[in-house]
């Protein structure tokens, strides 16, 4: 009886459905409350992919001008061999032009050294000749 008059004055004569409907609210609070903790973590897992995916870029960006200074010493290197090359090739020629002078200056003191000894020759049988023509 007590049963009875509870439920006819707190009008508990459906507690299935208020079951039902305060089951329903408490999913609805889960539900919110989980869609929250998803969300937090779904913002955390991003934030930390877009740090790393900072970070690769920025590896990337120094190794790029690391690239870029290695292709600029390259370039320079290239330039300072080329001129390197370049200079031997012209002091090859320099130094055979001179060993060609060298040669032509050898050769003309020899022929002057040469003429010289047949003048001597001559002087020396000159002279001979004179002293025998003067017995």
Request: aromatic share 8%.
């Amino acid at each position: 009886m007590f049963k009875k008059l509870a439920i006819k004055i707190f009008k508990l004569n459906n507690v299935s459905n208020l079951l039902i409907k305060a089951k329903q609210k408490q999913k609805t609070v889960d539900d919110k409350y989980w869609k929250e903790v998803l969300e937090e973590e779904l913002s955390k897992v991003r934030q930390e992919h877009e740090l790393e995916l900072q970070e690769k870029d920025s590896t990337i960006c120094m190794l790029q001008d690391h690239i870029a200074t290695y292709k600029k010493r390259e370039k320079e290197i290239n330039a300072k061999a080329y001129m390197a090359k370049k200079q031997i090739k012209e002091n090859f020629f320099v130094v055979q032009s001179v060993i060609t002078k060298m040669k032509d200056f050898d050769n003309s003191v020899n022929n002057i050294y040469g003429e010289m000894l047949g003048i001597q020759d001559k002087v020396d049988k000159q002279r001979k000749r004179l002293e025998n023509d003067n017995k």
